[in-house]
């Protein structure tokens, strides 16, 4: 397949290593076979090439020189003019902007009937209804499986569950802000715990989005996009972050036998979905509690099963970049 990247951070070049440099560790890799003809960053200049960019040597080529030379065209040019078959749209999410330029870039490639895949979760959670609807009119895959969890197949899941429909779910998604929460349980103050994020490479160097909870919004809305077919944005979703807690208050909760966690929940009142992300104190015997560190958990309510539950444990950029590669596997066997 002829792919074009569009974000080339942490994922980007964690994908690229993958496929490249550590190809040999990852057997099932050794079916996709991709060729990337064109790699465009914000800020830091792009690779264009019909012909094939050799991904190993732009991926030491960026590192050693933190950046590609200037643009030729612009992004959305590219994607509108060169021969590619899968745009793997890895920009980072705006919630100011509503999710865009991610939006655009993707819906530039559907229009062409050309393939989506995505860790950005900026056009799951502010147009997953009309790009979907875009996707299936061109006969075109639009992918996310790493917008939701790093890579964990939640998406795959649901595509599998024939005939049940999901009722509701509750999950921790935010692995910043639950890191935060148990150095908060131990003792430490918010600023030291955000540093230790900070400086263990997890935490953005602005936490804003996470403390706020703008990003476990962001996954909330997509999820109920996308099983409760919700059609809501982040800015719709009941939202208090963490920023306000302190240790003293966490302590006092572990004391009294609960554990405080950021949760996300999403389900059917009147009718309507309601959304809402806050911090909850859940007991010490419940499994949001025994989710510790970096590690994510969702449970799915269905109308025909009992719950569903998947626990992540201290995610990083690998399962990220993971998910990314199931969602090429997929658009690969589509086509």
């Known amino acids: ?25 990852f057997p099932g890799l050794k079916d996709l076979h991709l060729k990337t003809v064109g790699i465009f960053t914000r800020r830091r200049g792009s690779l264009v090439d019909a012909a094939g960019i050799d991904l190993g040597k732009a991926l030491q080529q960026f590192r050693e020189n933190s ?22 749209e890895l920009s ?103 540093r230790t994020a900070q400086r263990l490479g997890f935490a953005e160097a602005d936490p804003s989005l996470d403390l706020e909870g703008w990003d476990a919004a962001a996954k909330t809305a997509i999820l109920a996009n996308v099983f409760l077919d919700a059609d ?18 966490v302590a006092k909760a572990a004391a009294a036998g609960r554990r405080v966690k950021l949760i996300c929940r999403a389900g059917l009142e009147n009718g309507k979905v309601r959304t809402q992300v806050g911090p909850e104190e859940v007991p010490m015997d419940h499994l949001f509690a025994a989710v510790s560190g970096k590690g994510a958990a969702l449970r799915l309510e269905t109308d025909m099963m009992g719950p569903l539950w998947i626990i992540q444990e201290e995610p990083g950029l690998s399962d990220t970049a993971a998910g990314v590669l199931q969602d090429l596997f997929t658009v690969a066997s589509s086509r």
């Open 1 to 25: 397949m002829r792919a074009v990247f569009v974000g080339f951070g942490n994922v980007g070049q964690r994908l690229a290593a993958m496929l490249t440099v550590e190809r040999s560790s």
């Open 67 to 88: 950046r590609f030379p200037a643009a030729p065209v612009t992004v959305l040019q590219a994607l509108e003019t060169l021969d590619y078959d899968v745009l793997v």
């Open 92 to 194: 980072t999410l705006s919630i100011a902007d509503k999710g865009e330029p991610a939006i655009s870039h993707v819906r530039s490639a559907l229009k062409r009937g050309l393939h989506v895949v995505t860790a950005n979760k900026g056009p799951a959670a502010f147009a997953y209804r009309k790009l979907a609807a875009l996707a299936r009119k061109n006969k075109a895959q639009f992918l996310f499986e790493s917008a939701v969890m790093d890579g964990t197949p939640i998406f795959s899941l649901g595509r599998a569950l024939h005939g049940l429909s999901v009722t509701g779910f509750s999950g921790i998604f935010n692995t910043t802000t639950n890191f935060v929460l148990s150095r908060l349980e131990a003792g430490e103050s918010m600023d030291a715990a955000v």
């Open 232 to 249: 809501i944005d982040p800015l719709q979703v009941e939202r208090r972050g963490i920023g306000d807690l302190t240790s003293a208050a």
